[in-house]
């Protein structure tokens, strides 16, 4: 993980900076806010590795030459960007009985990562439409989930629900005057992304399966069996598709795919192209493990399968 750990003092910095930020918020907001943050800083042993919304700025350093400042602001804004969306998308998938205060929450989350922008970008920028587009696209990627499969049509799609987050990459190249790289930087990142959600997607399955949200790997099965997405599918027909038949594998063997297609694009984004490959690797390991144990289960471990698989 040297993607990593290369830049584990800025992201102490990042989110020491977010926090002392979060903390002037309003009563009782400074709280919430604190304890939403605590669940997405990498620093800590208990919360998501959302790694690439706040180190993209910082893989891309070798091709900018952007100070380290300058590439922290940049994070500390995905920070904000991240925290903001992240909690419209809590509310669209759940009927909490709290989200009128998330919804209040997100909106002071938006209005630090516009501060923040707003002190690097002047109003005359071309940031501001990259920043419009990539809303829009966040806004077409999550109300069209329920009515096309995209990881069946156009796969690239897929990450388009995570689209804000690549404000922070195409401002580092504004600011360096590379703008002639942001849409291939932007394809990059999107391979990155449509990695990271095809992992989250084998993760969350029976979740994403009981709140009927879109899952790459029940769009994977549901091909598999030339049927419309999750036609005709059951959580036991899931399990035996993953566990008897092996299609952890070849899901495994898509991802790598998509990190072979990112690390033949150019200019090389090392730190980008390290951390797609390892979620590509963790995804294939955990396939090898399944296909381990359809091996013992060949030789008679049916007690094995069961207890492992059929909870």
């Known amino acids: 993980m040297e993607w990593y750990f290369a830049y584990k003092q800025e992201l102490e910095d990042v989110f020491r900076q977010a926090e002392e930020r979060t903390a002037a918020f309003p009563a009782p907001f400074q709280h919430q806010g604190l304890d939403y943050l605590a669940r997405f800083n990498p620093l800590r042993e208990d919360s998501t590795r959302n790694y690439i919304c706040y180190l993209l700025p910082f893989w891309l350093q070798e091709i900018t030459g952007l100070s380290p400042e300058i590439c922290r602001k940049l994070s500390l804004g995905n920070v904000f960007v991240m925290a903001h969306y992240l909690i419209q998308d809590d509310v669209m998938d759940t009927a909490a009985d709290n989200c009128k205060s998330q919804l209040a929450l997100s909106q002071l989350f938006y209005t630090e990562c516009l501060s923040i922008y707003r002190d690097l970008f002047p109003a005359s920028s071309p940031f501001w439409s990259h920043a419009q587009t990539y ?111 092996g299609m952890l594998t070849s899901y495994a063997g898509i991802a790598d ?37 359809r091996s013992h289960l060949r030789r008679g471990g049916l007690d094995f399968w069961l207890s492992r698989n059929m909870k």
Request: contains cysteine; aromatic residues 6%; glycine residues 8%.
């Open 257 to 293: 795919q998509a990190v072979q297609q990112l690390e033949s694009m150019e200019p090389p984004i090392p730190g980008l192209r390290m951390f797609a490959r390892s979620i590509a690797e963790e995804l294939a390991e955990e396939a090898v493990e399944i296909e381990s144990g």
């Open 135 to 245: 809303v829009g696209e966040w806004a077409v990627g999550v109300t069209s989930e329920g009515t096309e499969d995209h990881f069946q049509g156009n796969r690239h799609r897929v990450a388009l629900k995570a689209s804000p987050l690549k404000m922070a990459g195409t401002g580092a190249l504004l600011l360096a005057g590379r703008g002639d790289l942001v849409q291939t930087i932007t394809a990059m990142t999107d391979t990155a992304l449509l990695v990271l959600q095809m992992s989250d997607d084998w993760a969350d399955w029976s979740e994403d399966w009981d709140e009927n949200s879109y899952n790459c790997l029940l769009s994977h099965i549901s091909a598999e069996q030339k049927k419309a997405y999750r036609d005709g599918l059951n959580p036991e027909m899931i399990q035996e598709a993953i566990y008897v038949r």
